[in-house]
């Protein structure tokens, strides 16, 4: 339902001119685009494509990744120490999660250096993603599915350790409160809805599984692989190795959607299309936002405080990160029926029409990824180029959320540029390059149902099991952002010579959450002809069914972890989340 306040006809946050921008429906390309590390898969997604039907799902592109390691990487960073789900991310097709238990820690350690010659490093990831580009080239214009013997087997191996895990084999804090302190610690900030009787002390997640809220959770391994046989193969011999020094208390299994939604989420939007460039380890695309690698991984240059002061930590943490793991289950039949009923109504949009348009606006990206900062009224395959698909800073052609909504999905959780009021008391400009996630998730569960779609509503277990890593987590990572962005209705806060009619953005209308019991939510701007409309969502699209926080060591650690070494840890000094999600200005 929506709630309507009319206050101007430009609407928040937007000069009176603003919308004349959407006279023009989107961005001229350039005339000619270099697509040096990019083939077109299908007509379909060729940039000299026509427009996307409404209501179909888009080709992926899954020869093209966000993230292109350099040949010539910052020969200071050893890759060989760093695990490689952190950074370049698996490449994969199935993955599952065994979340473990530890029965006895001195054998644990034995079985630790074991299992530390199958964990796959960056360098070991660099050279699978340049396998894959080698198959691909000698499989193009083969028919899919391809046979199993053009596929490139692959068995990739990560470990980490949760606080108690990390209580248990003498590992002391790496640096990092939030960490130590465990998801079930902060999941009511996060905006989990709490359960009859959860109380601040011990939260209870009213739609986290008994398994969750119950099991005794130690560390995590993952498993990833390029299909379902390799993945079992992979997950079976990992338990084998640690044997009974280990319980196996939950097994999630990930997978990617099948045929044409292969790459897209289960609400249908393309993921993964945006991820930060670490700068001396990534070649950048156009408008790619990087940042330095400290930000993901632990003791590198950029690993800073708010302060910017260097983050305190033991020898032993550097080449690490933060892994925060979420089981995220999506309500795919009510969020449809929800855009159905809410179609933003315009001269010359049909009804189906009015329904993409309103849930793009609500994630700030049409179905195909395409940004709608760049094609604000229609699905335009032309903007998929790898080179331009992230080459926007929602400021043209000035300030304000014509194009796109200050609270949609991708704009709450990674701004791009802020232009800081020069009386602000909080600077949000200086906070965006440090406020950066590598994201590593894969879907879960069946497709919805023919009888899900009949009723409208969820019956089977789908959704996301999110992964996401950092150096912090309160500060800048993703426990900042959840919870001073996507929870935080007052975000962003007003730009400098921008129209601010005073009304709230209201939350992220994918993520964001209420916190506490009632779970009205608000969210506005995602009408471009009335920005000051409100977004009324009387119930979570998105609900956690459960979570962790675990530290990912360096390789070198791993070594001695398993030789039994006492790693002594630093008192976390990490500085609360300065409110309005900025840093305090001097």
Not at 44 to 70: C, E, F, H, Y
Not at 427 to 434: G, S
Request: aromatic fraction near 8%; proline fraction near 9%.
């Amino acid at each position: 339902m929506l709630a309507l306040r009319s206050v101007s006809a430009a609407g928040r946050r937007c000069k009176p001119n603003a919308l004349l921008a959407l006279g023009t429906t989107s961005r001229t390309l350039p005339s000619s685009t270099a697509l040096p590390r990019y083939q077109f898969s299908s007509n379909r997604s060729r940039g000299i494509a026509s427009q996307v039907p409404i209501g179909q799902p888009t080709k992926p592109l899954p020869d093209n990744r966000a993230i292109v390691p350099r040949k010539d990487p910052d020969p200071s960073i050893d890759l060989t120490n760093i695990q490689g789900d952190i950074y370049p991310t698996f490449p994969k097709k199935v993955e599952q999660f065994i979340f473990f238990s530890i029965t006895n820690p001195s054998v644990f350690r034995q079985k630790l250096s074991k299992f530390r010659r199958l964990i796959t490093t960056a360098a070991d990831v660099i050279k699978n993603l340049e396998k894959i580009e080698d198959a691909r080239k000698s499989n193009k214009g083969l028919p899919k599915p391809l046979p199993k013997d053009r596929m490139v087997k692959l068995i990739q191996y990560q470990i980490g350790f949760s606080f108690t895990g990390m209580n248990a084999l003498d590992i002391g804090s790496p640096g990092d409160n939030e960490l130590m302190g465990g998801q079930k610690k902060v999941a009511r900030q996060l905006g989990d809805e709490p359960a009859a009787g959860s109380s601040p002390t011990d939260f209870v997640g009213e739609h986290w599984t008994r398994d969750w809220r119950e099991k005794k959770i130690d560390g995590v391994i993952l498993a990833a692989s390029e299909s379902d046989e390799t993945c079992q193969e992979a997950v079976a011999k990992a338990i084998e190795i640690f044997g009974n020094s280990i319980k196996v208390e939950i097994i999630e299994n990930g997978k990617v959607r099948p045929g044409e939604e292969e790459g897209h989420e289960h609400f249908g939007f393309l993921d993964g299309v945006s991820q930060p460039a670490l700068k001396g380890l990534v070649e950048p695309h156009a408008g790619q936002l990087e940042c330095e690698p400290g930000v993901i991984i632990m003791g590198l240059k950029g690993d800073v405080k708010l302060d910017g002061q260097p983050n305190d930590r033991p020898d032993w943490a550097i080449g690490g990160s933060v892994m925060a793991f979420r089981k995220l289950h999506q309500r795919v039949p009510e969020f449809n029926k929800f855009l159905d009923e809410n179609p933003i109504t315009k001269v010359g949009l049909t009804h189906d029409e009015g329904v993409e348009l309103r849930g793009a606006r609500m994630v700030g990206r049409w179905k195909s990824g395409v940004p709608i900062d760049l094609s604000p009224e229609r699905d335009d395959t032309a903007f998929l180029d790898p080179e331009v698909i992230n080459n926007f800073a929602y400021h043209l052609p000035e300030p304000g959320q014509a194009r796109c909504p200050f609270s949609a999905h991708i704009r709450k959780t990674a701004p791009r540029k802020h232009i800081d009021k020069p009386d602000s008391p909080f600077k949000l400009d200086p906070v965006l390059p440090h406020a950066l996630i590598m994201r590593a998730g894969i879907p879960y569960g069946p497709e919805v149902t023919r009888a899900e779609r009949r009723a409208q509503k969820t019956s089977e277990d789908r959704g996301l099991l999110f992964v996401s890593y950092q150096s912090l987590l309160n500060s800048f990572g993703f426990g900042f952002i959840q919870r001073s962005w996507a929870n935080n209705e007052n975000f962003p806060p007003p730009e400098d010579n921008s129209f601010d009619d005073k009304f709230p953005t209201g939350v992220d209308p994918i993520i964001g959450n209420a916190v506490g019991e009632v779970r009205t939510r608000v969210a506005s701007g995602t009408d471009a002809t009335f920005t000051d409309q409100n977004l009324v969502m009387n119930q979570d699209f998105v609900v956690a069914e459960g979570g962790e926080y675990f530290f990912v060591p360096p390789l070198k650690t791993i070594d001695k972890i398993g030789n039994g070494e006492r790693l002594p840890g630093v008192v976390a000094g990490n500085a609360p989340a300065a409110p309005g999600g900025g840093v305090a200005s001097a």
